[in-house]
C-alpha cells in the first residue's frame, strides 16, 4: 500500500452521531457501539470525494464523512492520502476527486527510491500556474490561433471590399494593413479568454484542492518524481518515469503528462539555472519532450 | 513527549498474559519491512523484514518472491547487538534479571524496556524456549549463513491460523565470537544454587523468536538439562478473520474476529476499547527513524571477530532438542494412546470409528513419531522401531529412519546394529546410512568418555589441592585462582 505509514484518521461526525477510524482498516462506529464494524478496503466499492465530503460505498452501506469534522487541513490532506494508498493497493475501488495539480497517490509505488539527486521544497505560486496554463492552451490550439488570424484576416478583407464606396474602393491597398490588424485584435480577444479560463481553472483548483496552499516537497530521482505534501513526504514513495508518457517544458515549470493529464507540475524557480538545464536534460533522458 | 504505556492483565483461553499499549516511544527496537516495489501492487515481490535496535539492523528475514504468509523465510544474522548503546544492553540485561532473578513482576521489569519498542500493542508471556534454530542445531551459531529455515512462516500451514503455539525457537542478536565459557559456568553455578536465570525474547516471525538478552544462560539450561524460560515480548498486529462459511450466512465479507499473535487469540469483543481504537489508528507500514540507514545495512552479513566455536557438548546436547516438525506435530496432536499406536502400527487409520490423525496414513506416521519424540521419548522408541521392523510399513521407514539418525543414543546404536546383522534386503538400501551413525555414534561416545576422563583428573587435581570434596563451583573458583596466579 502506498502512503502505508501515514498516520490513521480518527473522524467524529456530530450529526449523524458516527465515528470512522480511517488507517489499514475502514472502521466505523456507529451511535453507541463499543466494538467497530471493521472493513477491509477490498469491500469497499468506491470512494469519491467532493468540495464537501468524502463518500465511502460499500455494498449495501454508503458512508459520508464531512470535510467539516475535519477542521485540521493538514488531517483532511492525510485522510486523503490513506484513502488513495488504499486505492492504489486495491485497485478495483473506483476513486473519483476533482481536479487538482499534485499527483493522485494512487499512481505512487511504495518503493525504496534511491536517494534523490533533485529534491527541494516549495509552494506553488497562481502566477507560475496560470502563466504556464496559458501557454499549454497556446500551445494546444495555437494552430486553430493561426487559422482564426488567418481567416479573420481574409473576412474583414472581403467585408471591407464589398461595403466601402467612393474612392477608396479603388485604393484596396489600405485595406491590407487593416485586415491584418483586425485579425491581430481576434488573436488577442482569444488569447485574453484563454487567460480568464487558465485564472478560472486555477481559482477552481485553489476551492478544491487545499494542498496547493502547501509547502510540497519536489524530488526527482532515477527512479521516479514524486511531488507531496510535505508534511506527509516519507521519501519511499514515488511515481516511476514509465507511468509518465512526455513533458513540456515552458519558462517556469516542467510538466510531466500521463495519458495527456497533467501529473507532475515542478516549478523551476526552486533550482538555479544550471541545475534547471540538469534537470530538463535528466527529465530528456526519460521522456519524450513536447 | 514522555513514553505511554498502559498494561492490562488478561486471561483468554487458560492463556495468561499482559497487554501492553505502548505509545510515544522512539523506537529503539522493533522490525521494519523493506518492500521491493513492483510494476503492478498485486504482484507479490520479495519481502526483506528487519529486527533493528537503534540504527542496527541484526536479524534479516526475507520472504522469497511470489512466496506467501505460509513460505518459509530465509533467515540470516546481520550484527551484534553488542555495538549498540550501552544504555539500551544495560535495560535489556536488567530487565530479564528484575523479571528472574528478583521476582518482580511482569509490568514492573518489562517498564524500561517497552519504553525502547516501537509503538505498538504487545502481548507479554513467561514461556518455556527451545534454544535451537528448529533443526537440531544450537541456535547461537545457526544463522551465520542465510538459508530457509522450516517452521519460519508467518503461518504455519499444519497448525493453520487459529492455533496458539509460543514462538519457542530463537535467533541470537550476539555473535557467536562473543560466547564465553566463564559465562556460561556463572550461569550454571546460579542455577546448581536453585537460582532462576532466563531470557528476553522478541517475536519475530512464525515459530521464531530474537533473544535480546540471555545467550549465556540459554547455553547454561541445555548443559544442565533445565528448561530455559524466558520473557517473550509479541507484536499483536494480526487479524484472524471469520469463516468464508460464517460470512455467507450474513452475506458478507469475512469479518475480523479476533487480534491474532502466536502465543493468543484475542476475540475482538475482550480487548480493551482504548486498545482497539489505538490499534485502529496505528500503521502497519510505519517506518523507523533510520530506515535509510538500515535498509543500506540489510544485505550486509555478519562478522565473526574470531574463529571461537561453540562446545561440541552444547552442539551435541541441542541436537536432542525438538525440531520444528516436532513441534507441529506436539500442536497438531492432543492424544496419543498406546492403543491408538497399536492401531495405526496394524496399519489402521481410525480407532474406535474415529480417525486417530488425519485420512492419510503416511501423514498419520509421521505426525505421530514427531507428537511421540516431543512428548515422550521411550514411546517414540518403541514406536518408531515398531515401525521400522513392520516391513508391511515400507514407505515410513525412510523418514523414521532420518528422524532416528538425527539423535545420539544408544538404544538406537543397538537397533541399527541388529538391523545390520539381520541382512535382510528390504533394510540394504539403509544400511551406508545406518553405518554412517555407527561411526558417528562410536566417536562421539569416545570423544564423551575423553571428556569425562579429563573432567575426572582435573576433580582429582582440585583435590589433592584443597584435600577435600569439591564440585563444580570449586573447580571454577580453583581455575579462576590458577589464571590469576599466572597472570600475576
Redesign the interface.
Known sequence: ?AF???????VVSHATEQTF?I???F?VYLKGD???????W??VKSISESRADFTVCL?GITYKIMKTCIPDEKKQLNLRGVFEGAV??N?AIEYNHPKRILPPKYLY????MNEAPYIVNGVYREREINFSNVILLNTRLGRIFKIVAFLSIITVFIILHFTIEGGIRHNWFWFIPISVFSGGIAVMLIYLICAIIANYHFAYLFKNDVAINEEITFAVSSDGFSAVESHLH???EFI?W?EANYFIETNSVFIVYKHKKAVFWLPKRLFSKEIQTEISNFIHARLVQK | MNPIINTYQMNVGNREFLLADVSRTPGVIGTTKITHATAHPLERPPVTELLYVSDEAIINMTRPAKGDEFTNKLIHQISTISICDDNIKTILSTVSDNYFTYSQSMAKSLQPFFELLSEGIYVCHESKMIPSNGAGNFFWSAYTIRHEFSGSATHSRAMGKESNYIPCFLIPTKNPSEFTDSKVKAQREKLMMSKKVGGLAYHVSGMFSALLDGHHSAAACLLNDTDFKCLVIEPLRDFLYESPEQALEYDREPRIIALSCPYVKIPIEQIPPAILESLLLRRNGVRPKHYAELRKKAGKSLRTVNRKSIPREILLKAELLPDNAAVESAHAVTELTDEQLGALLAGEIKYEDKIIISQNYYNSVITACNYLQYEDFDRFFKFAFAIIDNTDLIATHKYIIERLCGINNKKIHDFFVALIERDDPIYQNYVPQLDVYIKNYDKYISDALIDKENKAKQLNRAKSLLGGEMGEAGIAQMEAIVKASRRG
Open positions: 500500500m502505508e505509514s501515514l498516520p490513521g484518521v480518527k477510524i488507517g489499514d482498516f472502521a463499543e466494538i467497530p464494524t471493521i472493513y477491509r477490498a469491500e455494498s492504489h493497493f485497485p509505488l511504495n518503493g525504496n516519507t521519501g519511499c516511476p514509465m
